[in-house]
């Protein structure tokens, strides 16, 4: 498999994924790595990752900073 190719199966990926876990987790990943916005294919993934969110705050599916904030302390196990 190409580096194209694996880029493009990442997308997609993303795309049609509805594991908020999987998504945060890709997310932060990428944060930790090298500036992913400094490539059209990372660029393109965080935009992806935003309309998913915007479009879930349309559909109501949202969460109070102490809901988040809880789930996250669960998630990772922290106090």
């Known amino acids: ?7 493009q199966a990442i997308i997609e990926k993303v795309t049609n994924s509805n594991s908020d876990e999987f998504i945060t987790l890709l997310y932060y990943n990428m944060n930790k790595e090298i500036k992913c916005d400094e490539t059209d ?29 809880n789930d996250v302390k669960e998630k990772y196990g922290l106090k």
Do not use: D, W
């Open 41 to 69: 294919e990372g660029k393109n993934l965080i935009n992806i990752l935003l309309e998913k969110s915007q479009q879930e705050a349309i559909e109501g599916k949202t969460s109070s900073f102490e809901n988040v904030l």
């Open 1 to 7: 498999m190409t580096i194209q190719e694996k880029k």
